[in-house]
């Protein structure tokens, strides 16, 4: 949640000297067999930043990113697969640039059994972008990107797939732990520190999925650290309160389907989150939840595709912040409380709500429109975000469009509406 950065955890520092050793133990045979590369760079302008962390008066951003692809399909019998970007977001006043690798790890098959060890992203669900279920994966909602998937971070994880028939059965541990990084809006008077979270490197799950058939179903359960955190307490001062973020364990079960009707495709997807709080007895901790997506597509003619989905959410033993019995020694928090609950989405007990995504393929394909709307009804909060790609050639594309947040101040998305903007980028392919 903070876009700080904290200090490198032991298990992340084994993580890493692992991931390394992978990287140089197979590097001369990499070089050796030859690497198959792609990437891209782009650069583009943000009217708005997504940290909160800058002087409101401040507008425009420049940004400009190096992204490379590269496989090895022969590394001492295995295949070897790697994605990672240098990435600067705020080039006209030289802040530092960053460093991602998103992606580096070994696969191979056994007949049946693929294995996929190193760094991974590992994306659950079979909902349009709303995902019950994805319990593995971290995101960075700060970084200035186009394609909001490009904001997910790669974790350390060995993944292993068995297939038995239409049938995969896949089990995952994932030892790597990193923080995801929310937009947090400044207040004076409050610190936010992170707290290193327990047994983070004893995070796993199990997914059944059934694919090919007229339904493609799976079924699954996760038991590791939520990426919502837990609004702690660290230290009160006459002049600073110090919040501590605690990511604590969850324990998700879900399953998601997808078929088809006529002309229309039809998924659900919907999962149970038990939280470390499932009485529901602390105010700032996150309650157990139910959460649900149903809807379809239709696509009409060629160029024309049409999403629509409805959203629900069921949050256990909920009371109300504004409830809270009165606390001398803690005025703060009914307020901490609000602010909790909003962040973790759990403000209201019932929440419905609604998207639609339409997209229209023009000129040959090379030009998309696409403008993706959520709104939640019991808040009246909604984000729209317009979007534009045109592909000039093979290597050059043009993208633009929107975000703009919209609702009350205390609701899901009218908290960020100071993070409305405006983007553009330009991206050469190689």
């Given at each position: ?14 993580v890493?000297?692992?991931?390394a ?22 650069t ?22 190096l ?11 295995w ?26 790890y ?19 669900g ?34 292993a ?53 007229d ?8 038991d ?53 709080d499932?009485d ?14 149903v ?8 160029s ?32 901490l ?18 998207s ?28 729209v ?38 983007f ?7």
């Open positions: 949640m903070s876009s700080s950065r904290r200090a490198i955890s032991k298990s992340e520092r084994i890493a000297a692992v991931t050793g992978l990287v140089l133990g197979f590097t001369e045979a990499s070089l050796a067999a030859g690497l198959d590369v792609s990437g891209s760079v782009r583009g302008y943000w009217h708005q930043d997504k940290s909160f962390a800058s002087d409101r008066d401040r507008s425009g951003y420049g940004t400009a990113s992204w490379l692809n590269a496989v090895n399909d022969d590394v001492g019998g295949r070897l697969l790697g994605e990672g970007y240098v990435y600067g977001g705020d080039l006209g006043r030289k802040e530092k640039g960053e460093g991602e690798v998103r992606e580096l070994l696969a191979r098959s056994f007949g049946d059994l693929d294995l996929r060890i190193g760094r991974q992203v590992i994306v659950w079979r909902a349009d972008k709303i995902n019950p279920t994805d319990s593995f994966s971290t995101r960075d909602l700060t970084r200035l990107m186009t394609d909001d998937e490009d904001q997910r971070l790669g974790l350390f994880a060995t993944q797939r068995y297939a038995v028939g239409d049938v995969t059965v896949t089990f995952v541990w994932q030892p790597e732990w990193r923080d995801p990084v929310y937009p947090v809006n400044r207040t004076e008077g409050i610190a936010f520190a992170t707290r290193d979270p327990d047994r983070s490197r004893y995070q796993g799950g199990v997914r059944i999925d059934r694919s090919g058939g339904v493609d179903w799976s079924v699954s359960y996760f590791g650290l939520s990426r919502t955190p837990h609004l702690g307490i660290a230290n009160v001062e006459p002049e600073l309160l110090t919040l501590e973020l605690d990511y604590r364990r969850v324990h998700v079960a879900g399953f998601d389907l997808a078929t088809t009707a006529g002309d229309f495709g039809l998924r659900a997807e919907a999962a149970y989150t038990r939280t470390a499932s529901g007895e602390d105010p700032l901790a996150p309650n157990s939840f139910y959460a649900a997506v809807g379809g597509e239709r696509s009409f003619g060629a024309l595709n049409v999403n629509v989905q409805g959203l629900y959410r069921h949050v256990e033993h909920w009371e109300s912040p504004d409830d809270l019995p009165a606390d001398p020694t803690a005025p703060y928090l009914p307020s409380a609000k602010q909790a609950a909003l962040v973790a989405q759990q403000h209201d007990r019932s929440q419905t709500g609604a639609i995504r339409p997209s229209l393929k023009l000129l040959n394909d090379t030009l998309e429109l696409e403008t993706a709307y959520v709104r939640w009804f019991h808040d009246a909060s909604a984000l975000r317009p979007k534009v790609n045109y592909s000039l050639s093979d290597q050059f594309r043009l993208i633009g469009g929107a975000e703009h947040y919209m609702g009350p101040d205390y609701s899901f998305f009218g908290r960020l509406k100071d993070l409305s903007s405006v553009a980028e330009v991206r050469w392919l190689y």
